[in-house]
Structures are given as C-alpha cells and as structure tokens.
C-alpha cells in the first residue's frame, strides 16, 4: 500500500469521527496515534518506513586488461581483470557496464601504450563516444606513453558504457597498467 493511500483513509477517517463527534482536536490526534501505528506495522514487515525511499544499491567497478593487447579498430576493450564489481553491473566478458537505474555516474579510464604505439581510447555510452584520451608513443621506440581520462555523465537505466579507440584505429595496450572503472554518484 503507498503512503498517499494510507494517508487518504486517514483523513477519511478523521472527517467522520469529526463529523459524528464533533472534537477536531480528538480526531487529529487519533489520526496520528493510528498513522504511527500503521507505520510501525509497515516497517515490521518489510523493514522500512512506506514513506522513505528504498535504500540505493551501491554500484562501483575497476577492471585491468589481464594481458598485452592489440585491438582492431570498432572493438571493445575488454578488461577481464576485475578488481571491484559491487553491484555486477560490469561484464568482464564483454568489457560493458550497465547503468543498473537513472543517476550520475563518474567514470575513469587509463592506457598505456607500448613503444612506437598508439592508443586513443574513448568513452562511449550506447555508441556514442562521450570522452577520450590520447596515449600517442609513435614518435618513440623506447619510452611508454600512459593517458587517463574521467568523466561524469548522467545516464539512464540500461545504458551501456564502453571503451574503444577515439578514432577507429588499431590500439596497442599494456596489460594491467590499462584500466577502466566508474562509481554512480550519490
């Protein structure tokens, strides 16, 4: 039962007993000894007030690639090294996360490109690229170039947000020292 309906009753009831004894102040206070009542009843079975909101669920990843990995342009990053998964909303298999429900989320993701490499990943959600970051190493062959990058979204329930290469072009990562992770907000 939601709380407007309960309400609703309550004042149905005040208005008689008002009506039929003609004591105001009586009825107000019935009506609160009996909305306490029911609201005691309510948290007895299910362990929370009707009228407070349901505890949020947290959510928050970290996954690191598990090897060295070359990735054709139009790919998925997968990071199959999970780290922290509360709340399972990250797919190491498929390198996704799903927004388990509508909020802010705060994102973060860092490359390490091997030398004479490049890596330019993006954040997309649903496609769409949202952020990026260039770990561009090419012009030298003995050095490792790392980038990271954050961002916060708004985001919808069942929106999937991944990595791949900004541009479409062939990455070339380093192993644990490339990651993705993200946390919704509050």
């Keep these: 039962m939601k709380c407007t309906y309960s309400m ?4 149905l009831l005040f208005f008689i007993y008002a009506a039929v004894n003609g004591d105001c102040d009586k009825g107000i206070t ?3 000894d009996q909305l306490k009542t029911l609201e005691k009843s309510l948290h007895m ?6 009228c407070s909101p349901k505890p949020k669920i947290p959510v928050a ?8 990995r070359i990735y054709k342009g139009g790919s998925v990053w997968v990071f199959d090294n999970v780290v922290t998964n509360v709340g399972n909303a990250y797919n190491p298999k498929t390198g996704k996360f799903t927004t388990p429900s509508k909020g802010i989320y705060l994102f973060n993701w860092y490359t390490l490109s091997n030398p004479g490499k490049v890596s330019h990943a993006g954040l997309y959600v649903n496609g769409k690229m949202k952020g990026r970051q260039a770990s561009n190493n090419q012009g030298n062959d003995k050095k490792y170039i790392t980038a990271g990058s954050s961002i916060v979204l708004a985001l919808e329930k069942g929106d999937l947000v991944y990595i791949m290469d900004a541009h479409g072009w062939t990455s070339d990562v380093k192993s644990s020292w490339t990651a993705f992770g993200g946390v919704q907000q509050g």
């Design 45 to 50: 079975v299910d362990g929370s007030s009707c």
């Design 30 to 32: 019935l009506i609160k």
């Design 8 to 11: 609703e009753l309550l004042w």
């Design 61 to 68: 990843f970290h996954a690191e690639l598990g090897s060295n």
